[in-house]
C-alpha cells in the first residue's frame, strides 16, 4: 500500500529554482471508502465542502456508484454517510474514464457514469442524474447524447453555466459509428482513418431537460480526459485534439453562452502518435487568467508542459517545463491555492513503483516548491488518475493504491507553511 512522503528537492528538469521555504507537510486523510473501491472523484462545491465518489463492488457482477461529503470547517470536518447514485451490472468501467460528480450553487448535485450498450463491447454511452436533496434520492438516468447511438461516449468535464444550469462536454463517436467504425482498442489506439472521435457539449436546466447541444470540434483524441473551467468571458473546455498526420496537441474551446470559439492550440507542440496517449489536460480559471498544463512527449521523452493566458485563452504564453524525463508518467491534476497554483502528477521511482508528486507555483508558473505525497504499490494503470482539491488552507488528494491486488482509495492533506 502506499506509504506518505516527505518534502524532496526540486527536479532538475522543473521550472526556476525555488527559494529556500519551508517544507510543507504531508498527514494521511482517512476516506470512508471499503477495499475494492477505486475511479475516485474529488470535486469542491461552491460552498467549500468536499464531494468524493468512487465505485466499489456490489455482488459478483455488479457495481456501486458511491458519494460522500467533507462537511465542516477544517477542525472538525467529518464524512457523511455515504450514498448510492447508481447500482448495476451493466457499467461500463475503465480506469481513465471515470465517473464524475459537481455542485452548482443552488444545492443541485450532478452526476455521470458510463453504461454499456452493446452488442460491442466498446458500445456505451453516458448517464446524466441530478439530486435536489442534497443525495438522498436521483432523478431517472438519461444518456446525453441520443439514445440509440452505438460506439462510444465519455471522458466527461462539468462546469457551472449558471447558479442552477449545468454545462458538460464529452467525446462522442457518433460520427465514426456512422463511418463503421465502433472504437478504439485496449491499448487507445484508433484505426477509423478519416472517422474520428468529436467533442461535444450540452448544457441542463433545473429539471435535468436538455437546454442545447453542439460540436464543438471534428476531430478529437479518442480516450484523452477533459477538462473546463470558467473565466469572465465564459466556460473553456481543453482536451487533446487530432489533425492531419496524427498530431495529438491541447486545444481550448470557449462558451459565452450562447456560441462556441473555433478550436485552437493552447501550444503547437507537434506531438504526433497514432493512438491515444489517455493523458488529458487540466485548466483552472480565475477572472480572465487562464492556466493550462498537459503532457506531451513532442521531443520524443515525457515531458509536463504549463501555460497561461491573460485574455481568457485567446492567447497563450510560451510554455515552462513542469517535469521532464522517462520517469514523468504524467495523469495531471490542478488547483488554483490563493496566489499559488498547484500541480499533482505521477511518476515512476527506480524499483517500479509510482511516486505521486505536489508542485506548487506563484501565477507565472516559477519558483516551483515540490513535495512527494505518496509511494505507491502499484503499478501501470491500477493507480487510476489522482485526483486534488485546495479547501482551506491546505491541498486535499485522493489516488487508488493496490494492497496485493486489491484496490483501495487513499487520500493526504498537504499544508504549505
Not at 465518489?53 to 472538525?76: I, K, V
Request: charged fraction near 20%.
Amino acid at each position: 500500500m502506499a506509504s506518505l512522503g516527505a518534502c524532496t528537492p526540486p527536479d532538475p528538469g522543473t521550472a526556476d529554482t525555488p527559494s529556500a521555504v519551508a517544507s510543507p507537510v504531508v498527514e494521511a486523510w482517512a476516506l470512508p471508502t471499503p477495499a475494492g473501491a477505486a475511479q475516485p472523484d474529488l470535486v469542491a462545491a461552491p460552498d467549500g465542502t468536499l464531494l468524493l465518489s468512487w465505485l466499489e463492488p456490489a455482488g459478483e457482477d455488479a457495481l456501486r456508484f458511491r458519494l460522500s461529503q467533507w462537511r465542516g470547517d477544517a477542525a472538525s470536518a467529518v464524512w457523511t454517510a455515504p450514498v448510492t447514485i447508481a447500482e448495476g451490472d451493466d457499467f461500463f468501467r475503465n480506469w481513465a474514464d471515470t465517473p464524475h460528480v459537481f455542485a452548482l450553487q443552488d444545492g443541485s448535485l450532478w452526476a455521470h457514469w458510463l453504461r454499456s450498450t452493446g452488442p460491442s463491447r466498446m458500445d456505451y454511452g453516458i448517464d446524466l442524474v441530478r439530486s435536489g436533496d442534497g443525495g438522498a434520492t436521483w432523478t431517472s438516468p438519461q444518456f446525453v447524447h441520443p439514445s440509440g447511438t452505438s460506439g462510444d461516449h465519455g471522458f466527461v468535464t462539468f462546469w457551472p453555466q449558471s447558479r442552477d444550469r449545468l454545462g458538460i462536454a464529452w467525446l462522442d463517436s457518433r460520427q465514426k459509428a456512422a463511418a463503421g467504425h465502433t472504437g478504439h482498442d485496449g491499448g487507445g489506439h484508433d484505426h477509423a482513418g478519416s472517422a474520428a472521435m468529436m467533442l461535444r457539449a450540452a448544457t441542463y436546466d433545473t429539471q435535468a431537460k436538455q437546454m442545447g447541444e453542439w460540436p464543438l470540434d471534428v476531430s478529437t483524441c479518442d480516450c484523452c480526459t477533459t477538462a473546463s473551467a470558467v473565466t469572465d468571458r465564459g466556460a473553456v473546455v481543453v482536451y487533446r485534439g487530432r489533425s492531419a498526420g496524427e498530431i495529438r496537441d491541447t486545444r481550448i474551446v470557449r462558451f459565452d453562452g450562447e456560441r462556441w470559439t473555433p478550436p485552437r492550440d493552447v501550444h503547437t507542440d507537434g506531438w504526433q502518435i497514432a493512438g491515444c496517449p489517455v493523458n488529458g489536460p487540466v485548466v483552472v480559471a480565475k477572472g480572465s487568467r487562464v492556466w493550462v498544463a498537459w503532457y506531451t512527449e513532442a521531443e520524443g521523452v515525457p515531458e509536463l508542459r504549463a501555460a497561461r493566458s491573460d485574455d481568457a485563452g485567446d492567447t497563450f504564453a510560451e510554455p515552462v517545463t513542469l517535469a521532464k524525463g522517462t520517469q514523468v508518467l504524467g495523469r495531471l491534476a490542478l488547483a488554483l491555492a490563493g496566489d499559488h497554483l498547484l500541480a499533482s502528477w505521477l511518476e515512476q521511482t527506480p524499483d517500479e513503483r509510482q511516486s505521486l508528486v505536489l508542485g506548487r507555483y506563484d501565477a507565472a508558473w516559477t519558483q516551483p516548491q515540490r513535495v512527494e505525497v505518496a509511494t505507491l504499490s502499484a503499478r501501470g494503470r491500477a493507480s487510476g488518475i489522482p485526483r486534488m482539491q485546495w479547501r482551506g488552507d491546505a491541498a486535499w488528494l485522493a489516488w487508488v493504491d493496490v494492497d496485493g491486488e486489491v484496490p483501495r482509495v487513499l487520500g493526504a492533506r498537504v499544508v504549505f507553511p
